[in-house]
């Protein structure tokens, strides 16, 4: 990713990383040519030596805060340093120190009032720094931007007195350096050291005494480069480079504040190892973190690069204001990004226009725009994996998806051919539909697979019967007063918050059961719960349909938090108006199990726990209106129904009073002997995917997988 083709590689990760100062091995290449002369001082290098000194001694009183500059004279920026001052003079005349007032206020009588900077600043310069730059106007006063901004080039080579000795590029610095102190190389490093210094630098551990034996065993001339290329091959290559990054990241398998709980970042991790070990593009590397999700048909593994931008630490302190979290959040992806991607601190522009680097406040804003859309609560939770979240699964995993999506395929493969075997039966269902066009919704509702079904048309008494009809039918008892009133169809029950249904032990469901269970509802203060049957006392163990803050939520639980699932629908419900909620659960222990239903229709929901592995069944009975012990609806609630299986699509929108065959009204309208053959295919289409009961058991066992 960040490396250079091989030939390069070798001597900037060895000679730089390790400082190695002699031979970088046997079999290098040729030795650079170079010129033997007397060492030339190197032109000032204004943004390493000049601009430290100006910032440390001079920008506090002629820097980028204009409140505090005095004499209006500026040396944080080109046209300020250069610019005429009153009575023509100039702080700085390249090429003349006489001209130059910076130069004549630097070198004045320390007793002097002219004397900069002034004694009551505490600041004095050294006589090198007042040496080097006068030598920098003298030289011409070359300016440059901060080294941030400025791409990189590659220098000439300089001039060397031992010609001899470097064998690449890199040497030639180094040995430039050395010279310029009046020092000489190292001796060669021996094998044992070379392989020892390489291993550590490549790979961040030491080599094994077999790897150091088969070094020095191979005697030829490629032994150096074969060695580079296995260290280059290993994984533990790029976890010892993603530590780098890991760090300006800020990476953490914690939250870092507060209890600072684990939390599950650890793809992202893996991601940038495999970055690194694949020799990815370091645009390449960037664009995928920065907005991995965003890229057209976004794979898993550039979703989980963006994970890059949520190493910021996290939070669920009591206390905190949610607001200030969430602003606090954005400060860090911004801080992050200025320093790993433009190696400057931006901590100081939140503030005010930074003093010492040219980064104002309203870029930092700016910045912050760009990056103020987090989705998700900006509090944690105290949860391992706070929302948004992606599944990742293990390459252990990722071949069982591979072989379950194959079988997947191939029961749908075999439910697509069942056309040609349902014939009769479809024969049979269409002249039923047709027949049925004008029966009412309640009359279409599907019985199979019916638990329990309470019309709550009484209209009197303690009693809700239970309308499933079959032998050792259980009734509702009233528990409270009993308020019955109109309903969505018919007669319905109202609830005060103190007035529930006991339905007994109905609907006692394990969590590898399919059920489904719903109702209408209304409510007046948008909480409570229409239908449950939970033991909130025994850790919450069991089921329901519940309401809060006006959003249905399923819980399906055999010990909360830690051992259930949690979804949360994301439309907010009507208060005072008729809805109907649905549910439906394929006894997978999964919420990719679960689909909720509003007035017939699939709605989204988020998922806040995922992780059912227990039993979920409860001696509590099952209520509507209620928890066991808590949570009571207050509001209006009809036509309750329980199934021992998964209802379609089109059921639900039955119960819900649509007309399921609505799509089909117009082939239906027609006389049999008028449709044509691709009206006929999309009535048997509707048919399998509906009523089919091989083919829904073949569509079943293909979501399963």
């Known amino acids: 990713m960040f490396r250079p083709t091989l030939p390069r590689l070798v001597p900037i990760a060895v000679v730089c990383g390790l400082g190695i100062l002699a031979s970088t091995g046997p079999g290098q290449p040729a030795r650079p040519t170079t010129t033997a002369a007397a060492p030339k001082q190197p032109a000032i290098d204004f943004s390493r030596q000049i601009r430290p000194i100006l910032s440390e001694n001079c920008f506090a009183c002629h820097g980028p805060d204009e409140k505090q500059r005095k004499a209006k004279l500026r040396f944080d920026v080109k046209e300020g340093a250069f610019a005429e001052l009153r009575g023509g003079h100039h702080a700085i005349v390249p090429g003349n120190l006489d ?9 004045a009588d320390p007793d002097s009032a002219g004397l900069m900077p002034p004694a009551k600043s505490h600041k004095k310069l050294t006589p090198e ?17 901060h080294w941030a901004f400025i791409p990189p080039k590659r220098p000439a080579l300089p001039r060397v007195k031992q010609a001899a000795w470097p064998r690449n590029p890199v040497d030639v610095f180094i040995l430039a350096r050395l010279e310029e102190e009046g020092l000489q190389p190292s001796p060669e490093a021996d094998k044992v050291t070379l392989i020892r210094r390489l291993t550590l630098d490549l790979t961040g551990l030491p080599p094994t005494p077999a790897e150091v034996d088969a070094f020095l065993a191979d005697n030829s001339a490629e032994a150096y480069e074969k060695v580079v290329d296995r260290l280059l091959k290993s994984p533990r290559f790029g976890e010892h480079m993603a530590r780098y990054w890991l760090d300006a990241a800020r990476y953490g398998d914690t939250h870092g504040l507060h209890l600072d709980n684990y939390r599950e970042m650890w793809p992202y991790r893996d991601w940038v190892i495999k970055a690194f070990n694949d020799n990815k593009p370091f645009d390449q590397f960037l664009v995928e973190q920065l907005a991995g999700d965003l890229l057209p048909n976004a794979t898993l593994e550039q979703q989980i690069a963006t994970g890059f931008l949520r190493c910021h630490v996290s939070t669920a302190e009591g206390g905190s204001i949610e607001k200030e979290v969430y602003v606090r959040n954005v400060d860090d992806i911004v801080e992050t990004n200025g320093t790993v991607l433009m190696g400057l601190t931006m901590t100081c522009s939140r503030c005010h226009d930074h003093k010492f680097d040219p980064i104002t406040q309203k870029d930092f804003y700016q910045l912050f725009a760009f990056f103020n859309n987090n989705d998700g609560p900006a509090m944690d939770g105290n949860r391992k ?26 029961a749908e493969k075999r439910r697509s051919a069942r056309g040609a075997q349902v014939n009769d039966a479809f024969k049979t269902w269409l002249a039923e539909v047709e027949k049925s066009r004008q029966a009412t919704p309640t009359q279409q509702a599907p019985t199979q697979g019916l638990v329990a079904y309470y019309p709550l048309d009484e209209k009197a008494g303690e009693q809700a019967t239970n309308a499933r009809g079959g032998q050792k039918v259980v009734h509702g008892q009233i528990k409270g007063k009993a308020n019955w009133t109109p309903g969505k169809i018919g007669g319905g029950l109202t609830l005060d918050g103190k007035t529930h249904v006991d339905l007994g032990n109905v609907a006692n469901f394990e969590r590898t059961d399919a059920f489904s269970y719903g109702a209408w ?13 939970m033991d909130d006392k025994g850790g919450h163990r069991g089921y329901d349909l519940y309401i809060a803050n006006d959003q249905p939520m399923i819980h399906i639980i055999n010990t909360w938090p830690s051992n259930a699932l949690k979804v949360v629908v994301r439309k907010k419900l009507p208060r005072n108006e008729w809805t109907h909620l649905f549910v439906t659960y394929d006894g997978s ?17 988020d998922v806040e726990q995922d992780s059912l592995t227990g039993t979920t069944k409860t001696r509590v009975s099952t209520k509507i209106g209620t ?19 998964v209802l379609t699509p089109a059921e639900v929108a039955i119960l819900a009073g649509g007309d399921p065959l609505a799509p089909l009204a117009p082939i239906l309208a027609l006389k049999p002997e008028k449709r044509t053959r691709a009206q006929q295919d999309t009535l048997l289409k509707y048919y399998l995917d509906n009523h089919d009961a091989e083919g829904l058991n073949l569509a079943k066992e293909a979501a399963s997988y």
């Open 627 to 645: 928890r066991t012990y808590g949570n009571p609806l207050a509001g209006q609630v009809d036509e309750v129904r329980i199934y021992r299986r």
């Open 589 to 605: 222990s999964k919420t990719s199990g679960v689909k909720v239903y509003v007035n017939g229709k699939v709605e989204p929901f």
């Open 129 to 145: 720094q007042i040496a080097l730059l006068k030598r920098w106007v003298k030289e011409g006063a070359n300016w440059s931007e």
């Open 385 to 410: 994996d706070p929302a948004p979240v992606v599944r990742v699964p293990t390459p252990e995993a990722q071949k069982q998806i591979a072989d379950l999506l194959a079988r997947a395929a191939d």
């Open 521 to 533: 509802v209304k409510t007046t203060n948008g909480a409570g719960t229409p239908i449950a049957r």
């Open 99 to 107: 001209e130059s007032t910076l130069i004549e206020r630097i070198s």
